[in-house]
């Protein structure tokens, strides 16, 4: 593996941040990602969510959100020039462990079935938006 040039990555099939950060940066040979949420890209619409007129979450679903934030990660990643099977750490932030992680675990499992990355997962209070799932990304680049 060679280190790379640093450079500053923005997918145009990822949604856009929600706030003033790029979807990722290189550094060497490694790429570290924003923390990625599971909403779609040009909206705020979020699989699997439903909100009150308030904007309060009323249910999700969080298989959809799992879906979602994968495929999300997946743009940024190709975006970047590396792929999935590139990516050596994730933390994943869940705002409810108990009902959700058995779901989240079974579909990594499904996403990750060969060589998976390490992981760490951490309850939070709340993200910045109504999502139920948000990843933090590192990934090795290699020389091309």
């Not at 060497?28 to 308030?54: C, H, M, W």
């Not at 495929?71 to 990643?77: A, P």
């Not at 390490?118 to 709340?126: S, V």
Request: net charge negative.
């Amino acid at each position: 593996m060679k280190a790379i040039n640093s450079g500053v990555f923005n997918s145009d099939g990822a949604p856009e941040p929600v706030g003033l950060y790029p979807h990722a940066r290189c550094v060497g040979n490694l790429l570290f990602l924003s923390g990625v949420g599971p909403r779609k890209k040009g909206s705020k619409e979020i699989p699997g969510v439903t909100l009150d007129a308030q904007g309060n979450i009323v249910s999700y679903d969080i298989a959809a959100q799992c879906h979602s934030v994968f495929e999300n990660v997946k743009n940024i990643l190709e975006a970047s020039g590396v792929t999935w099977n590139d990516l050596v750490d994730v933390t994943v932030y869940l705002t409810n462990m108990k009902a959700d992680f058995p779901i989240y675990n079974k579909l990594w499992a499904e996403y990750f079935a060969n060589d998976p990355p390490c992981r760490t997962t951490l309850e939070i209070n709340c993200l910045p938006t109504p999502i139920a799932i948000e990843l933090k990304c590192i990934a090795a680049v290699k020389e091309k």
